[in-house]
Antibody
């Protein structure tokens, strides 16, 4: 059974860069026609897609965040990562990694448990 | 950006009742719509994709319908474990989500 697990710091100072990693187990990040993405959820509110990557390294990002976001992949470790620069309080959120794509449509079908990131000095 | 609008924001219902949740897209997304259930402290769980196809393991009491810009999720007989927040999600043009409908016990 596919599992995704986010890891990274729970607290980031304003203006710093957030770095998160998602480790995929129970399946290979390089197998199938899947993309691997990041989604965040500010406390008590809805979901916002951040960006996604294919195992070849092809990326695409939410236009509203594109200038501050980088997603990368390490297929040897079945991991993909997120960097967000110039963090502010507005970036405080639960960050999820998830899989999407496949044969039936480009929806998110497997999610990590999420990791809470707070931005505070 | 395609804006997804869900209604109502909160719905108070009793176990055993039938409930219908609505989701409207700001432009046509054809049938590229998914529904998720989120229980507090857990990630979203895929219920429906392609507007009407149940995901693996999802009970038959959950059904989805709609196309274009108007979609609905129906739960035929609410169970205690169904009280949660439900999100619709379009994957026709990038990826956006509705703000959610919270089902609470009456």
């Amino acid at each position: 059974q596919l599992q995704l697990q986010e890891s990274g710091p729970g607290l980031v100072k304003p203006s710093q860069t957030l770095s998160l990693t998602c480790t995929v187990s129970g399946g290979s990040i390089s197998r199938g026609n899947y993309y691997w993405g990041w989604i965040r959820q500010p406390p008590g509110t809805g979901l916002e897609w951040i960006g996604s990557i294919f195992y070849t390294g092809s990326t695409y990002y939410n236009p509203s965040l594109k200038s501050r976001v980088t997603v990368s992949v390490d297929t040897s470790k079945d991991q993909f990562s997120l960097k967000v620069t110039s963090m502010t309080a507005a970036d405080t959120a639960l960050y999820y990694c998830a899989r999407h794509g496949g044969d039936y449509g480009d929806f998110f079908d497997s999610w990590g448990q999420g990791t809470l990131v707070s931005v505070s000095s | 950006e395609i804006v997804m609008t869900q209604s109502p924001a909160t719905l108070s219902v009793s176990p055993g009742e039938r409930v219908t949740l609505s989701c409207r897209a700001s432009q046509s997304i054809r049938g590229r719509l998914a529904w998720y259930q989120q229980i507090p402290g857990q990630p979203p769980r895929l219920l429906i994709y392609g507007a009407s196809t149940r995901a693996t393991g999802i009970p038959a009491r959950f059904s989805g319908s709609g196309s274009g810009t108007e979609f609905t999720l129906t739960i035929s007989s609410l169970q205690s474990e169904d009280f949660a927040v439900y999100y619709c999600h379009q994957y026709s043009n990038w990826y956006t989500f509705g703000q959610g409908t919270k089902l609470e016990i009456k």
